[in-house]
């Protein structure tokens, strides 16, 4: 038995030795460095992506509908679902949501001014201009994508949509409440 154990001693060590030579000859060549540096990215990365997900269990996701309402009863509907009308506070909630759009419409890659997708942003009944119906916060203090010129405060066009008026770029435009949209709910 005592000689298993010299054995297993030497065979350890001589692991040992073997590990420390190999670390040392990849610390000396540049490829070993990369290596090194590559896993150290790669661990920073899934550090960085799953504190993402801890940091984002609640994070907004937008549905598109593809019928089309008036910004009233798309209201409704979303509020059905137990959800609100879209509201966009980030370049980011406005990329998601301008994916989703893309995803749900594709067919609508060049729109009109004759199609948009409602979101939650309005000024009815109200003197401090548009605000989001999720909580009454002006739609300004955050994040703005409005089309060059707008809102305009013309008296009828009081809801939020986007648009795409020329090209691939979405903007936030007044319209009329009454007009028939697709539209986009909000949730968590």
């Known amino acids: 038995m005592k000689g298993l154990q010299v054995v297993l001693a030497f065979a350890i060590v001589g ?7 190999n670390s040392r000859i990849n610390q000396s060549l540049p490829v070993g460095n990369e290596i ?3 896993h150290d990215v790669k661990n920073q990365a899934n550090a960085a992506y799953s504190q993402k997900i801890a940091d ?7 549905e598109v509908y593809k019928n089309k309402l008036s910004w009233v009863a798309a ?12 509201t966009i506070r980030s370049q980011e909630e406005n990329d998601n949501l301008v994916y989703m759009i893309k995803k749900t419409l594709p067919e609508y890659t060049s ?8 979101i939650g942003g309005t000024r009815n009944n109200s003197e401090k201009g ?24 013309n008296g009828d066009h009081s809801c939020m949509d ?15 409440c009454d007009g028939e949209f697709h539209y986009a709910c909000e949730y968590y």
């Not at 984002?56 to 937008?62: I, M, P, S």
């Not at 916060?137 to 305009?152: C, I, Q, T």
């Not at 986007?162 to 009329?176: K, L, M, N, Q, R």
Request: glycine share 6%; proline share 3%.
């Open 15 to 21: 692991l040992a030795a073997a590990r420390s030579t």
């Open 36 to 38: 090194s540096a590559m």
């Open 56 to 62: 984002n269990t609640r994070a907004k996701k937008f």
């Open 75 to 86: 209201l409704e509907k979303c509020k059905e679902r137990h959800t609100d009308l879209a």
């Open 111 to 118: 729109w009109g001014w004759g199609n948009a997708v409602w």
């Open 130 to 153: 548009y605000y989001w119906m999720t909580d009454g916060v002006s739609v300004e203090n955050f994040y703005d994508n409005w089309r060059s010129g707008d809102p305009k405060s």
């Open 162 to 176: 986007y648009v795409v008026p020329t090209g691939d770029a979405f903007f936030w435009y007044e319209s009329i």
